[in-house]
Protein backbone atom coordinates (compact mmCIF):
# COMPACT_ATOMS: atom_id res chain seq x y z
CA UNK A 1 0.00 0.00 0.00
CA UNK A 2 1.52 3.28 -0.73
CA UNK A 3 2.10 5.59 2.15
CA UNK A 4 0.13 8.44 0.43
CA UNK A 5 -3.00 5.91 0.52
CA UNK A 6 -2.17 4.90 4.14
CA UNK A 7 -3.03 7.81 7.12
CA UNK A 8 -1.43 6.16 9.84
CA UNK A 9 1.68 5.13 8.28
CA UNK A 10 2.19 8.98 7.03
CA UNK A 11 1.19 9.56 10.81
CA UNK A 12 4.45 7.06 11.88
CA UNK A 13 7.03 8.09 8.73
CA UNK A 14 6.30 11.93 9.77
CA UNK A 15 7.37 11.52 13.22
CA UNK A 16 10.40 8.97 12.04
CA UNK A 17 11.36 11.92 9.91
CA UNK A 18 11.13 14.36 12.26
CA UNK A 19 12.73 12.31 15.29
CA UNK A 20 15.75 11.52 12.53
CA UNK A 21 15.83 15.21 11.66
CA UNK A 22 16.20 16.53 15.58
CA UNK A 23 18.67 13.48 16.56
CA UNK A 24 20.84 14.17 13.66
CA UNK A 25 20.92 18.53 14.31
CA UNK A 26 21.65 18.13 17.88
CA UNK A 27 24.12 15.19 16.40
CA UNK A 28 25.94 17.73 14.19
CA UNK A 29 25.59 20.84 16.67
CA UNK A 30 27.34 18.80 19.24
CA UNK A 31 30.07 17.75 16.68
CA UNK A 32 31.00 20.92 15.52
CA UNK A 33 30.66 22.42 19.02
CA UNK A 34 33.29 19.45 20.11
CA UNK A 35 35.49 20.13 17.66
CA UNK A 36 35.69 23.83 17.39
CA UNK A 37 36.18 24.04 21.46
CA UNK A 38 38.62 21.23 21.40
CA UNK A 39 41.80 23.75 20.59
CA UNK A 40 40.42 26.50 23.27
CA UNK A 41 40.00 23.49 25.51
CA UNK A 42 43.67 21.96 25.57
CA UNK A 43 45.12 25.12 25.26
CA UNK A 44 43.01 26.18 28.37
CA UNK A 45 43.58 22.92 30.33
CA UNK A 46 47.34 22.93 29.96
CA UNK A 47 48.00 26.50 30.69
CA UNK A 48 45.92 25.85 33.93
CA UNK A 49 48.11 22.81 34.73
CA UNK A 50 51.28 24.84 33.70
CA UNK A 51 50.84 27.77 36.40
CA UNK A 52 48.98 25.25 38.91
CA UNK A 53 52.44 23.67 38.78
CA UNK A 54 54.55 26.73 39.09
CA UNK A 55 52.81 27.61 41.98
CA UNK A 56 53.27 24.56 44.08
CA UNK A 57 56.79 24.35 42.93
CA UNK A 58 57.37 27.98 44.31
CA UNK A 59 56.64 27.22 47.23
CA UNK A 60 57.99 23.49 47.61
CA UNK A 61 60.29 22.33 44.92
CA UNK A 62 59.91 18.47 45.80
CA UNK A 63 56.47 19.02 44.53
CA UNK A 64 54.95 15.74 41.80
CA UNK A 65 54.54 16.61 38.67
CA UNK A 66 51.39 17.17 37.30
CA UNK A 67 49.72 12.96 36.86
CA UNK A 68 46.27 12.14 34.83
CA UNK A 69 45.46 9.55 32.28
CA UNK A 70 45.85 11.91 29.47
CA UNK A 71 48.81 14.18 30.43
CA UNK A 72 52.30 13.30 30.62
CA UNK A 73 54.88 15.76 32.58
CA UNK A 74 58.60 16.39 32.29
CA UNK A 75 60.83 18.04 34.42
CA UNK A 76 63.61 18.97 32.21
CA UNK A 77 64.13 17.71 28.45
CA UNK A 78 66.77 14.70 29.65
CA UNK A 79 64.06 11.64 29.83
CA UNK A 80 62.16 13.10 26.94
CA UNK A 81 62.36 10.73 23.55
CA UNK A 82 64.84 12.15 21.44
CA UNK A 83 62.92 13.24 18.52
CA UNK A 84 60.47 15.03 21.03
CA UNK A 85 63.02 16.75 22.80
CA UNK A 86 64.18 18.33 19.11
CA UNK A 87 60.74 19.54 18.98
CA UNK A 88 60.37 21.27 22.52
CA UNK A 89 64.26 22.35 23.02
CA UNK A 90 64.57 26.20 23.37
CA UNK A 91 61.01 27.11 22.61
CA UNK A 92 60.03 30.36 25.24
CA UNK A 93 57.17 29.86 27.94
CA UNK A 94 53.37 29.45 26.33
CA UNK A 95 51.13 26.57 24.73
CA UNK A 96 52.05 25.43 21.74
CA UNK A 97 50.92 22.76 18.60
CA UNK A 98 52.87 20.37 16.56
CA UNK A 99 52.18 17.81 14.07
CA UNK A 100 54.00 14.94 15.45
CA UNK A 101 52.49 10.92 15.91
CA UNK A 102 51.80 12.11 19.51
CA UNK A 103 50.02 8.03 19.73
CA UNK A 104 53.61 6.55 19.19
CA UNK A 105 55.28 9.35 22.09
CA UNK A 106 52.49 8.62 24.70
CA UNK A 107 52.36 4.65 24.11
CA UNK A 108 56.40 4.35 24.59
CA UNK A 109 56.45 6.32 27.40
CA UNK A 110 53.64 5.16 29.20
CA UNK A 111 53.75 1.51 27.53
CA UNK A 112 49.93 1.43 27.04
CA UNK A 113 49.70 -0.59 23.54
CA UNK A 114 47.63 -3.14 25.41
CA UNK A 115 45.15 -0.96 26.29
CA UNK A 116 43.96 0.67 23.18
CA UNK A 117 44.65 0.41 19.27
CA UNK A 118 46.91 3.13 18.45
CA UNK A 119 46.62 5.54 15.68
CA UNK A 120 49.68 6.26 13.87
CA UNK A 121 48.89 8.95 11.57
CA UNK A 122 51.12 11.85 12.95
CA UNK A 123 48.58 14.73 14.08
CA UNK A 124 48.33 18.00 16.13
CA UNK A 125 50.37 17.42 19.70
CA UNK A 126 49.39 19.98 22.23
CA UNK A 127 52.16 20.64 25.15
CA UNK A 128 53.12 23.42 27.45
CA UNK A 129 56.05 25.14 28.44
CA UNK A 130 56.94 27.14 31.49
CA UNK A 131 60.00 28.70 33.21
CA UNK A 132 60.15 27.45 37.00
CA UNK A 133 62.79 29.59 39.52
CA UNK A 134 65.74 27.90 39.52
CA UNK A 135 65.72 28.56 35.36
CA UNK A 136 64.10 24.63 35.50
CA UNK A 137 61.43 24.14 32.94
CA UNK A 138 58.40 22.42 33.16
CA UNK A 139 56.74 20.84 29.65
CA UNK A 140 53.09 19.44 29.99
CA UNK A 141 51.57 17.59 26.78
CA UNK A 142 48.14 16.37 26.75
CA UNK A 143 47.56 12.88 25.09
CA UNK A 144 45.45 13.56 22.42
CA UNK A 145 44.32 9.96 21.50
CA UNK A 146 42.38 9.89 24.91
CA UNK A 147 40.30 12.32 23.25
CA UNK A 148 40.02 10.92 19.69
CA UNK A 149 38.73 8.14 22.29
CA UNK A 150 36.06 10.22 23.96
CA UNK A 151 35.21 11.64 20.37
CA UNK A 152 34.65 8.03 18.89
CA UNK A 153 32.99 7.54 22.17
CA UNK A 154 30.63 10.39 21.69
CA UNK A 155 30.20 9.48 18.20
CA UNK A 156 28.34 5.77 19.58
CA UNK A 157 26.74 7.77 21.79
CA UNK A 158 25.04 9.88 19.08
CA UNK A 159 24.37 7.13 16.56
CA UNK A 160 22.64 4.96 19.06
CA UNK A 161 20.63 7.75 20.43
CA UNK A 162 19.78 8.11 16.71
CA UNK A 163 18.31 4.64 16.79
CA UNK A 164 17.23 5.00 19.86
CA UNK A 165 15.17 8.19 18.84
CA UNK A 166 13.86 6.10 15.41
CA UNK A 167 12.06 3.23 17.56
CA UNK A 168 11.04 5.70 20.20
CA UNK A 169 9.34 7.99 17.19
CA UNK A 170 8.12 4.87 15.70
CA UNK A 171 6.92 3.85 19.24
CA UNK A 172 5.04 7.47 19.48
CA UNK A 173 3.89 8.08 16.23
CA UNK A 174 2.56 4.26 16.24
CA UNK A 175 0.06 5.28 19.76
CA UNK A 176 -0.40 9.09 18.24
CA UNK A 177 -2.00 7.26 15.07
CA UNK A 178 -4.26 5.20 16.70
CA UNK A 179 -5.16 7.56 18.23
CA UNK A 180 -6.03 9.72 15.92
CA UNK A 181 -6.96 7.50 12.68
CA UNK A 182 -9.63 4.98 15.70
CA UNK A 183 -12.50 7.82 15.75
CA UNK A 184 -12.27 8.27 12.02
CA UNK A 185 -12.39 4.54 12.07
CA UNK A 186 -15.54 4.56 14.17
CA UNK A 187 -17.25 7.23 12.21
CA UNK A 188 -15.91 5.56 8.39
CA UNK A 189 -17.74 2.38 10.02
CA UNK A 190 -20.97 4.23 10.55
CA UNK A 191 -21.34 5.81 7.04
CA UNK A 192 -20.50 2.96 5.70
CA UNK A 193 -22.97 0.70 7.18
CA UNK A 194 -25.95 2.78 6.85
CA UNK A 195 -28.49 2.50 3.96
CA UNK A 196 -31.33 4.74 3.34
CA UNK A 197 -33.76 2.34 5.11
CA UNK A 198 -31.60 2.56 7.97
CA UNK A 199 -29.80 6.12 8.35
CA UNK A 200 -28.14 6.15 12.20
CA UNK A 201 -28.59 9.34 13.73
CA UNK A 202 -27.41 10.36 17.84
CA UNK A 203 -23.80 8.70 16.69
CA UNK A 204 -22.01 11.60 17.33
CA UNK A 205 -22.41 11.27 21.05
CA UNK A 206 -20.19 9.17 21.15
CA UNK A 207 -17.38 11.15 19.91
CA UNK A 208 -15.10 13.59 21.73
CA UNK A 209 -15.69 17.47 21.79
CA UNK A 210 -12.75 17.91 19.41
CA UNK A 211 -12.49 18.02 15.46
CA UNK A 212 -14.06 14.67 14.80
CA UNK A 213 -16.71 15.01 17.09
CA UNK A 214 -17.39 18.61 14.88
CA UNK A 215 -17.14 16.06 11.91
CA UNK A 216 -19.36 13.55 13.03
CA UNK A 217 -21.74 15.91 13.92
CA UNK A 218 -21.26 17.12 10.31
CA UNK A 219 -21.90 14.05 9.15
CA UNK A 220 -25.04 13.34 11.59
CA UNK A 221 -26.16 16.68 10.61
CA UNK A 222 -26.25 15.67 6.99
CA UNK A 223 -27.74 11.88 6.64
CA UNK A 224 -30.54 13.54 8.62
CA UNK A 225 -31.07 15.59 5.86
CA UNK A 226 -30.85 12.41 3.58
CA UNK A 227 -32.95 10.83 5.52
CA UNK A 228 -35.60 13.45 5.44
CA UNK A 229 -34.93 13.52 1.69
CA UNK A 230 -35.58 9.83 0.88
CA UNK A 231 -38.61 10.16 3.03
CA UNK A 232 -40.16 12.28 0.59
CA UNK A 233 -38.77 10.87 -2.16
CA UNK A 234 -40.64 7.64 -1.03
CA UNK A 235 -43.81 9.51 -0.28
CA UNK A 236 -44.02 10.83 -3.89
CA UNK A 237 -43.26 7.52 -5.53
CA UNK A 238 -45.77 6.16 -3.71
CA UNK A 239 -48.39 9.30 -4.91
CA UNK A 240 -47.16 9.64 -7.81
CA UNK A 241 -47.41 5.71 -8.82
CA UNK A 242 -50.65 5.52 -7.59
CA UNK A 243 -52.02 9.52 -8.62
CA UNK A 244 -50.80 8.80 -12.09
CA UNK A 245 -51.61 5.47 -12.62
CA UNK A 246 -55.12 6.05 -11.71
CA UNK A 247 -55.53 8.15 -14.79
CA UNK A 248 -53.74 6.39 -17.20
CA UNK A 249 -55.99 3.37 -16.47
CA UNK A 250 -59.24 5.11 -16.25
CA UNK A 251 -58.44 7.01 -19.88
CA UNK A 252 -57.42 2.99 -21.13
CA UNK A 253 -60.56 1.74 -20.15
CA UNK A 254 -62.64 4.33 -21.69
CA UNK A 255 -60.32 3.30 -24.99
CA UNK A 256 -61.55 0.59 -24.65
CA UNK A 257 -65.26 1.09 -24.25
CA UNK A 258 -65.19 3.74 -26.96
CA UNK A 259 -63.78 1.00 -29.59
CA UNK A 260 -66.64 -0.93 -28.43
CA UNK A 261 -69.62 1.80 -29.94
CA UNK A 262 -70.65 2.00 -33.65
CA UNK A 263 -69.34 5.58 -33.63
CA UNK A 264 -65.62 3.59 -33.67
CA UNK A 265 -66.50 2.27 -36.96
CA UNK A 266 -66.19 5.69 -38.62
CA UNK A 267 -61.99 5.71 -40.26
CA UNK A 268 -61.97 9.04 -38.81
CA UNK A 269 -63.01 8.22 -35.33
CA UNK A 270 -60.87 5.22 -35.21
CA UNK A 271 -57.96 6.39 -36.21
CA UNK A 272 -58.33 9.25 -33.23
CA UNK A 273 -58.82 6.54 -30.99
CA UNK A 274 -55.99 4.42 -31.72
CA UNK A 275 -53.73 7.72 -31.37
CA UNK A 276 -55.39 8.13 -27.79
CA UNK A 277 -54.74 4.49 -27.11
CA UNK A 278 -51.15 4.58 -28.44
CA UNK A 279 -50.49 7.99 -26.13
CA UNK A 280 -52.09 5.93 -22.97
CA UNK A 281 -49.38 3.24 -23.63
CA UNK A 282 -46.54 5.83 -24.12
CA UNK A 283 -47.64 7.71 -20.74
CA UNK A 284 -47.76 4.18 -19.50
CA UNK A 285 -44.39 3.11 -20.51
CA UNK A 286 -42.55 6.80 -19.58
CA UNK A 287 -44.29 6.37 -15.79
CA UNK A 288 -42.95 2.84 -15.51
CA UNK A 289 -39.59 4.04 -16.38
CA UNK A 290 -39.70 6.43 -14.01
CA UNK A 291 -40.63 4.81 -11.45
CA UNK A 292 -38.09 1.50 -11.48
CA UNK A 293 -35.58 4.53 -11.72
CA UNK A 294 -36.95 6.43 -8.46
CA UNK A 295 -36.79 2.89 -6.84
CA UNK A 296 -34.03 2.68 -3.74
CA UNK A 297 -33.13 -1.32 -4.83
CA UNK A 298 -30.40 -3.27 -5.83
CA UNK A 299 -29.59 -4.17 -9.65
CA UNK A 300 -30.62 -7.54 -8.62
CA UNK A 301 -33.92 -7.54 -8.52
CA UNK A 302 -36.13 -9.76 -7.15
CA UNK A 303 -38.18 -11.60 -9.82
CA UNK A 304 -38.41 -13.98 -12.50
CA UNK A 305 -35.86 -13.83 -15.68
CA UNK A 306 -37.62 -12.23 -18.92
CA UNK A 307 -37.59 -13.78 -22.58
CA UNK A 308 -35.91 -11.28 -25.09
CA UNK A 309 -37.95 -12.44 -28.07
CA UNK A 310 -41.59 -11.66 -27.24
CA UNK A 311 -40.41 -7.94 -25.93
CA UNK A 312 -38.64 -7.29 -29.22
CA UNK A 313 -41.71 -8.48 -31.51
CA UNK A 314 -44.16 -6.32 -28.69
CA UNK A 315 -41.87 -3.14 -29.13
CA UNK A 316 -41.85 -3.57 -32.76
CA UNK A 317 -45.86 -3.86 -33.27
CA UNK A 318 -45.93 -1.07 -30.65
CA UNK A 319 -43.92 1.54 -32.38
CA UNK A 320 -45.27 0.36 -36.20
CA UNK A 321 -47.49 3.05 -36.35
CA UNK A 322 -44.48 5.28 -36.31
CA UNK A 323 -43.40 4.64 -40.19
CA UNK A 324 -46.88 3.43 -41.59
CA UNK A 325 -46.82 5.75 -44.30
CA UNK A 326 -42.91 5.48 -45.15
CA UNK A 327 -40.83 3.76 -47.15
CA UNK A 328 -39.88 2.00 -44.28
CA UNK A 329 -39.72 -1.61 -42.95
CA UNK A 330 -38.90 -3.89 -40.24
CA UNK A 331 -36.33 -7.11 -39.96
CA UNK A 332 -35.84 -8.72 -37.47
CA UNK A 333 -33.18 -11.18 -37.48
CA UNK A 334 -33.16 -13.63 -34.77
CA UNK A 335 -29.88 -14.80 -33.91
CA UNK A 336 -30.24 -16.60 -30.31
CA UNK A 337 -33.15 -16.56 -27.91
CA UNK A 338 -31.70 -15.00 -24.88
CA UNK A 339 -33.01 -15.02 -20.94
CA UNK A 340 -32.00 -12.09 -18.78
CA UNK A 341 -32.29 -12.15 -15.21
CA UNK A 342 -34.10 -8.72 -14.61
CA UNK A 343 -37.78 -7.86 -15.00
CA UNK A 344 -39.83 -7.89 -18.15
CA UNK A 345 -40.96 -3.97 -17.71
CA UNK A 346 -37.38 -2.75 -17.16
CA UNK A 347 -36.42 -4.68 -20.17
CA UNK A 348 -39.57 -3.51 -22.29
CA UNK A 349 -38.55 -0.06 -21.91
CA UNK A 350 -35.21 -0.31 -22.85
CA UNK A 351 -35.71 -2.07 -25.91
CA UNK A 352 -39.21 0.02 -26.80
CA UNK A 353 -36.88 3.16 -26.82
CA UNK A 354 -34.51 2.03 -28.89
CA UNK A 355 -36.65 0.99 -31.33
CA UNK A 356 -39.02 4.10 -31.16
CA UNK A 357 -36.39 6.57 -32.08
CA UNK A 358 -35.06 4.63 -35.08
CA UNK A 359 -38.91 5.03 -35.91
CA UNK A 360 -39.27 8.06 -35.90
CA UNK A 361 -35.77 9.15 -37.51
CA UNK A 362 -35.75 7.12 -40.81
CA UNK A 363 -37.43 8.00 -43.67
CA UNK A 364 -36.73 5.56 -45.75
CA UNK A 365 -35.24 1.92 -45.85
CA UNK A 366 -34.73 -0.40 -43.47
CA UNK A 367 -34.44 -0.78 -39.40
CA UNK A 368 -33.00 -4.12 -38.62
CA UNK A 369 -33.53 -5.76 -34.87
CA UNK A 370 -30.98 -8.48 -34.26
CA UNK A 371 -31.64 -10.49 -31.38
CA UNK A 372 -28.32 -12.25 -30.32
CA UNK A 373 -26.91 -14.01 -27.52
CA UNK A 374 -26.32 -11.32 -25.00
CA UNK A 375 -27.61 -7.55 -26.61
CA UNK A 376 -29.91 -6.77 -28.78
CA UNK A 377 -29.10 -4.36 -31.60
CA UNK A 378 -30.84 -1.93 -33.58
CA UNK A 379 -29.67 -0.33 -36.78
CA UNK A 380 -31.62 2.05 -39.04
CA UNK A 381 -30.50 3.59 -42.56
CA UNK A 382 -31.80 7.03 -40.81
CA UNK A 383 -31.04 10.85 -40.84
CA UNK A 384 -27.65 10.14 -38.35
CA UNK A 385 -26.60 11.62 -35.53
CA UNK A 386 -24.04 14.83 -35.81
CA UNK A 387 -20.64 14.05 -34.07
CA UNK A 388 -21.44 16.56 -31.66
CA UNK A 389 -24.45 15.67 -30.57
CA UNK A 390 -23.64 12.59 -30.25
CA UNK A 391 -20.50 12.33 -27.50
CA UNK A 392 -23.74 13.95 -24.82
CA UNK A 393 -26.86 11.77 -26.66
CA UNK A 394 -27.41 10.20 -23.57
CA UNK A 395 -27.68 13.53 -21.30
CA UNK A 396 -31.01 14.81 -20.25
CA UNK A 397 -32.64 16.90 -22.52
CA UNK A 398 -29.97 16.31 -25.25
CA UNK A 399 -31.34 15.82 -28.52
CA UNK A 400 -31.39 15.97 -32.55
CA UNK A 401 -32.79 19.05 -34.04
CA UNK A 402 -35.11 16.83 -36.43
CA UNK A 403 -36.47 15.29 -33.06
CA UNK A 404 -39.96 15.94 -31.88
CA UNK A 405 -39.11 14.61 -28.36
CA UNK A 406 -37.84 16.09 -25.49
CA UNK A 407 -34.22 14.26 -24.92
CA UNK A 408 -34.96 12.16 -22.66
CA UNK A 409 -35.70 8.71 -23.56
CA UNK A 410 -31.82 8.03 -23.82
CA UNK A 411 -31.03 8.87 -20.99
CA UNK A 412 -33.83 7.05 -19.72
CA UNK A 413 -31.99 3.74 -21.01
CA UNK A 414 -28.87 4.96 -20.09
CA UNK A 415 -29.52 5.16 -16.29
CA UNK A 416 -31.64 1.67 -16.69
CA UNK A 417 -27.88 0.49 -17.84
CA UNK A 418 -26.28 2.15 -14.85
CA UNK A 419 -28.69 0.91 -12.76
CA UNK A 420 -28.62 -3.12 -13.91
CA UNK A 421 -25.14 -3.08 -14.82
CA UNK A 422 -25.51 -3.20 -18.86
CA UNK A 423 -23.85 -1.22 -21.46
CA UNK A 424 -25.42 1.01 -23.90
CA UNK A 425 -23.42 1.93 -27.12
CA UNK A 426 -24.09 4.01 -29.76
CA UNK A 427 -22.30 4.33 -33.28
CA UNK A 428 -24.12 7.28 -35.82
CA UNK A 429 -23.13 8.72 -39.11
CA UNK A 430 -25.19 11.55 -40.52
CA UNK A 431 -26.90 10.90 -43.87
CA UNK A 432 -26.44 7.14 -43.30
CA UNK A 433 -28.11 5.92 -40.15
CA UNK A 434 -27.39 4.65 -36.37
CA UNK A 435 -26.77 1.74 -35.01
CA UNK A 436 -27.40 1.22 -30.87
CA UNK A 437 -26.67 -1.39 -29.29
CA UNK A 438 -28.19 -3.09 -25.75
CA UNK A 439 -25.76 -5.07 -23.95
CA UNK A 440 -26.48 -7.32 -21.04
CA UNK A 441 -24.87 -8.14 -18.24
CA UNK A 442 -23.79 -12.11 -17.81
CA UNK A 443 -24.32 -13.67 -14.68
Known amino acids: MKIRNNLRLRFIVSFCLFALLLAAVFAIIILEQERSLADEFFQRRIQSELEYFADRYRLNPQTPLPVAEDI ?16 VENLPDGVYERDIDADE ?27 LSGKQKVYIFIDFEFWHQKERELRAHSFWSFIAATFIAIFLGLITANRVINPLKRLMEVVNNSDPDNIPTGFSQVFKNDEFGALAKSFESL ?24 PVTVIKGAVELLKMTPACEETMVDKLVKRIERSTLDMETT ?24 LVQNAME ?28 VLSIAIS ?24 EVSDTGVGIGEEILKDITKPSVSSPKSNGFGFGLDIVSRLCSRF ?13 TKTCLIFRQD
Open 318 to 345: QNRHLISGKAVEFDLQVNATPVVSAPAG
Open 353 to 376: NLIRNACQFTIQGKIVVSLNQNSV
Open 223 to 246: LIRVKKFIKREHQFTRDASHELRT
Open 421 to 433: GWQLTIESTPGQG
Open 287 to 310: IESLLWLAREAETKESGPNAELLP
Open 105 to 131: FFDRVQNRTSRRQRIREPHDLYFGVKT
Open 72 to 87: QSYLGTDKMPGYIKQT
